[in-house]
């Protein structure tokens, strides 16, 4: 058999052993639970896993800025959305393009999520997505409202979370198609997350390309996009993209795109998910009744 033909054959064989649907608990599993989890590295959800943390019942626009107030946190700004995402410029050419980076009033940056997100407030999008640690340094203020930790998790890695980060955005902010190194434990808090997600053995069929790292500056050639502009890196790098986006109805473009299944599921407030490490995963989010979307993730 080819290379190609082996790799068909692992695909299918995967597929054939493997559910394509997620798991749901009705409760925390335990430590020994969850390494079976791991050890298979297979997604799960807990349902309401969250629901009694006082996050989950105090995050509201009026205790968000009581508590942080004018604190100046780190934004992400693009002009629709697509923070860490391929952009074609010219008709043909893909970057790889970050947002925006900039320091803002937390009230100020939660008033424009929200009413640029209910049609109230034309301009760029901004989502509050530093992926560094931040609930338990520039977001510190909230670490209060959410566990030190996930006990089950803890226990079975013998490690406490080497980071606790906070999400803030509105639906018009999507997370493209992307891989993390780390066990991932999420917890929705506001509104819901829509997560289309692959297995690692997926990795034939995601039609990865290195593509010219760009990040957006503000400039005055790019007046349609709020004065936006993608301007690639110097000294010019590239970064490895998975460039098939699972949102088409298409299948990926390769030979492999077959052979390969997705698993979506949908977080709503109060729900936990299991992401395990280099699970590939596109997610887009729904705002809660206040205009906002808000979760937090440990890693």
Known sequence: MTL???LISFLDNYNSLNAACVDELDEDPSPLEFMRYVAVNRPFV????AKHWDATEKWNTNYLEAVMGDTNVQVATTPLGNADAILTINGSEDLFVEPLEKQEPFFEVLQHIVKNGRGELP???????????N???EYAPLFDDVPDSIPFARIALQKEPDAVNFWLGNQKSVTALHKDNYQ????????????????????????????PLARYEQGEGAKDDFGLEAVVVQ??????VPTWDPLT?????????????????TLSEGDMMYLPAMWYHHVRQSAGEEGFNCSVNYW
């Open 249 to 265: 109805d298409q299948l990926p473009p390769n030979v492999f795109g077959k052979h390969v299944k997705s698993l979506r599921v």
């Open 135 to 137: 609930l338990r340094e």
């Open 235 to 240: 000294p010019e790098e590239t970064v490895p």
């Open 46 to 49: 807990i349902r309401k896993g």
């Open 4 to 6: 190609e033909e082996n």
């Open 184 to 211: 991932n434990i999420y917890a929705q808090i506001r509104g819901k997350k829509h997560f289309i997600m692959l297995p690692p053995v997926s990795a034939p069929a995601m039609d990865e390309k290195e593509l």
């Open 123 to 133: 301009g760029p999008v901004k989502y509050l997505q530093t992926q560094n640690d």
